[in-house]
């Protein structure tokens, strides 16, 4: 069973920026696709970022492309979302993801592709 352990939220004013972290306790084999989701009060969780860690293609959601990164290293087991330019709309608790090696192209954005999740940490944007 793999944890994750995410870290990095918090408070941050509009126009700021943060950085998630989410330390895996096995480091990854095969083809691992690993994500960050969030979820706001009220709303469904919701894709963000994506991050294939053989290929290091990346992929995002249209609400944090250009304004959001993710990157990974492999050697400390840990992923990364870096966040610029925050705004209110970011407010969530954002979930860090792994799968099990087999998310084919078409899956990577769905939450049901990733089989294993941290604890989720919060971020809160203020106007």
């Not at 979302?81 to 998310?103: F, I, K, W």
Request: charged letters at 20%.
């Amino acid at each position: 069973q793999v944890q994750l352990v995410e870290s990095g939220g918090g408070p941050v004013q509009a126009g700021g920026s943060l950085r998630l972290s989410c330390t895996a306790s096995e480091r990854p084999s095969g083809r691992i696709t690993m994500g960050w989701f969030r979820q706001a009060p009220g709303k469904e969780r919701e894709f963000v970022a994506a991050l294939r860690l053989n290929s290091r293609h990346s992929y995002y959601s249209d609400s944090v492309k250009g304004r959001f990164t993710i990157s990974g290293d492999n050697a400390k087991n840990t992923l990364y979302l870096q966040m610029d330019n925050l705004t209110p709309e970011d407010t969530a608790v954002y979930y860090c993801a792994r799968d099990g090696g087999r998310t084919i192209l078409a899956q990577v954005r769905s939450a049901t592709a990733y089989d294993y999740w941290g604890q989720g940490t919060q971020v809160t944007v203020s106007s």
